[in-house]
Every structure is written in structure tokens, then in C-alpha cells.
């Protein structure tokens, strides 16, 4: 059994950064994507990002781009989501998953919650001033 842990979330002014964190733990071999979601109330989850655990591809949303790092440290097993130029809009629960997802011109399905058969509990991320 494969175990998520988010941490790194919390309150931050609109313009900063936060840099949220996933550890995976248990039987690591059952995936090879990690991706980050969000929810916020009353809204569907939306994918944010996903790296590939083994050649390390990268995916965004569109409206993450050129905002949002996703990185990883396998020797930790450990993904990481630096977000930049925080909006208020990007307030939401964010989530990381555990999934198998196709690569080459597929791996843009990596954004599709249902790609995933592991998730963490979520941690709160709340931009306001």
C-alpha cells in the first residue's frame, strides 16, 4: 500500500510563494506519475501538475504556467510544487496522487484525476491579504 503525505501549505500574501511538499511512502514501485490537484469550494478538482518518476517529464495547466515548478528528489521519494506569484484564485485544498499514466504525447492525460489510484490528504492553501 502506497502512502501520501502533503505538507507546505498555509496563508500567504498575493505576489509570494509557498513550496508544497509529497512523500510517498510504502510500496513505490505501483506508479509513475505523481500530480498535484487543487479543489476549491464548490468547484470540480482541477489537475495542476504531474512528473514522471522515471524520466522526469513535465506537465502544466495552463493556468499554472510559468508560475508553478514541479520537481522531484527520488531518493527522498518526495515531489515538490514551488508556487510563485500566487493569486487569490489559486486558493484551494491542493493534493498530490499517485498514478500510471502513458507516456510520449499521452502524458498530457496526467492532468485527469482518474489516472490516479493513490491520494493524500490534502493541505490548505489560502492566498489573501
Known amino acids: 500500500q502506497l502512502q501520501l503525505v502533503e505538507s507546505g501549505g498555509g496563508l500567504v500574501q498575493p505576489g509570494g510563494s509557498l513550496r508544497l511538499s509529497c512523500a510517498a511512502s510504502?510500496?513505490?514501485?505501483?506508479?509513475?506519475?505523481i500530480g498535484w490537484f487543487r479543489q476549491a469550494p464548490g468547484k470540480e478538482r482541477e489537475g495542476v501538475s504531474c512528473?514522471?518518476?522515471?524520466?522526469?517529464?513535465?506537465y502544466y495547466s495552463d493556468s499554472v504556467k510559468g508560475r508553478f515548478a514541479i520537481s522531484r528528489d527520488n531518493a527522498k521519494n518526495t515531489v515538490y510544487l514551488q508556487m510563485n506569484s500566487l493569486k487569490p484564485e489559486d486558493t484551494a485544498v491542493y493534493y498530490c496522487?499517485?498514478?500510471?499514466?502513458?507516456?510520449?504525447?499521452?502524458?498530457?492525460?496526467?492532468?485527469?484525476?482518474?489516472?490516479?489510484?493513490?491520494w493524500g490528504q490534502g493541505t490548505q492553501v489560502t492566498v489573501s491579504s
Open positions: 496522487a499517485a498514478g500510471r499514466v502513458p507516456r510520449g504525447l499521452l502524458f498530457r492525460l496526467c492532468l485527469s484525476p482518474y489516472k490516479y489510484d493513490y
Open positions: 510504502g510500496f513505490t514501485l505501483d506508479y509513475n506519475t
Open positions: 512528473i514522471s518518476s522515471s524520466d522526469g517529464s513535465t
